[in-house]
């Protein structure tokens, strides 16, 4: 079982940046991807971005490219998510998620069902 916590959340201006941390603890050896999830108030929780460990591939939802950056501290076990050019439509609860399996396609990456390991999420909030 791996255990992710999320971190960095808070206050911000349209147009200004945040970087969210998740770190992974417990059997994190055999982590296979990362990813991170938002929910928007009053809406399901969706997909925002992904990375594999083993090919460091990125999977992203189509608007926040070119936006947002996510990345990997395999050392630390721990994963970024670099947000800039914020805006009001970005406000959500963001929850880190881990996964231990392997699949052929990206599109597996993009799913929450995908993932068995949650963390509680970071409140990330835009103001116009």
């Known amino acids: 079982q791996v255990q992710v916590v999320e971190s960095g959340g808070g206050l911000v201006q349209a147009g200004g940046s945040l970087r969210l941390s998740c770190a992974a603890s417990g059997r994190t050896f055999t982590t296979a991807a990362m990813g991170w999830f938002r929910q928007p108030p009053g809406k399901e929780r969706e997909f925002v971005a992904a990375?594999?460990?083993?090919?460091?591939?990125?999977y992203y939802k189509d608007s926040v490219k070119g936006r947002f950056t996510i990345s990997r501290d395999g050392d630390k076990k721990t994963v970024f998510l670099q947000m800039n050019s914020l805006k009001p439509e970005d406000t959500a609860v963001y929850f880190c998620a881990a996964t231990t399996l392997h699949y052929p396609s990206g599109n597996y990456y993009q799913t929450s069902r995908t993932y068995r390991s949650w963390g509680q999420g970071t409140q990330v909030t835009v103001s116009a």
């Open positions: 990375i594999t460990w083993r090919g460091l591939n990125e």
